[in-house]
C-alpha cells in the first residue's frame, strides 16, 4: 500500500503521539507499506513554525530518512489537478494532498473528514 501522510499523522509519528489510531501506526510501521510525505507538507510545517502556531522538530529530513519515508515533489501536473477539485476543503495545502493522492493513486492517512468528502482513498488516522 502507498500511503501519504497528512501533515498532523506525520508530526503524530514523529512524536510518537498516542493520538495516532493503532490501525494506522501499523500500517506506517509496517515495511511492505509505502509512506510518503509531500514537499507541500514540509512548506505548511515550515510556514505554522515561523508564524509560532506549530512546534515540529527541526530535522525534519533527517527524520524521514530515518523512518524510511519517501518524499513526494509537487508537480505541474498535482498542481493543475487542483484546479478539477470539488470545493470541500479550503485548506490549499490540503487541497495539494488531495490532488497528490489522486494522481499518484495515494491513500490519505488523516483525520480530517474533509479530505475523506473528496473521491480519494483515506486510512483514518
Known sequence: MNLL???????????NDPALAEPARRAIAD???????SAVTAWE???????????APDDLVDQLAERRFTGLDVTIEHALAVGGLPGH?????????????RTERLTVVTRDPAIAAYDVETMAA
Not at 501522510?5 to 512524536?15: G, N, R
Not at 510545517?45 to 512546534?55: D, E, F, Q, V
Request: aromatic share 4%; hydrophobic share 50%.
Open 5 to 15: 501522510l497528512d501533515t498532523h499523522v506525520l508530526l503524530w509519528v514523529l512524536a
Open 89 to 101: 476543503h479550503t485548506d490549499p495545502f490540503d487541497r495539494l494532498l488531495v490532488a497528490q493522492a
Open 31 to 37: 515495511g511492505s507499506n509505502r509512506v510518503l510525505v
Open 45 to 55: 510545517i515550515t510556514i505554522k513554525k515561523a508564524l509560532g502556531k506549530l512546534r
